[in-house]
């Protein structure tokens, strides 16, 4: 292959480390590497990569690489003009990029993000894909502006979130399904003159911008589903609570529940007591608790919700 091209990734990361491995494997025209420092980013995942990472590649390849979180840096960018990279292809990167970096390949930036864009910009979009109780999530590459990951939509995969997901779970589906998604990017940068197919370009009107998640997002709050809430608990087991009085309860074993009773007079973030669980009512079904952890203790059943009301079995 001709067109040259300078990855940017993170060595902690398996986004960067398994697409890496999809651009080498396709015998992409590599010619050096930015790695991000990893002591300031923030994941939602298990973190590692099974894949070899970013450094021991361009080790491997006799590659140049630099570490740098500071895109703005004018040395950075003397040191990618000397390279002369005809596109930057960005799999892994929470540092933004300004206007003169963008410029510094002919082809500009694109970015490997794995969420529909333009649904879910920003970081963790695993999470909040989860969080939201989205059906379906994939991996966008798009062309990268000034915004925040607002350029225009080159490629796409479409693969289902399915119930009990972690993030782990759900990233690996989606960049299980990526090679093909890599080695089309690479034959239409070697053969068209543009990249991408202008159908698929979106409009912003569902844009949504994610913020890394704080304390109140881990609080499961039933004004959303019974299947969201039991979704959300079990990306991220042990970290979901809820409130009973002012302590956190997690709840460790749960499912979800079709409406048994014929009623609908039941308030919003109550907890109550059927048959051996404890529930609260959503808008959809009944999340219902079997075993909570308190202070690091097990409780099995209803025996830790004294005030719950008890509903008929």
Known sequence: MKKRILIIGTRTWELTSIHLKYFVDAKA???????SPTDTITSTTSGGSINQPIHEVAAELDLPIIQSGDPKDPAIHEWIANLAPDIIVVIGYQFLLPKEFLELAPLGVVNFHTSLLPRHCGRHPGFWTIWYGDKYSGMTVHQMDEGLDTGAVLYRNLVPVENGDTVDSLYQRIWNHDKELVEMFLRELESK????????????????????PSEQDFELDFRYDAQTNANRCSMKPGAFYVTVDGMKVVPTKYHVLKEPIDKRNFKIQTPYIYKDWVVYMTSNGWFAIEEVEILGETHTGAAWATKAKRIAS
Do not use: Q, R
């Open 29 to 35: 025209n590599i010619v050096g590497f930015l790695e």
């Open 193 to 212: 003159d543009v990249l991408g197919d202008p159908s698929v370009l979106e409009e912003l009107d569902d844009y949504s911008y994610n913020y890394v």
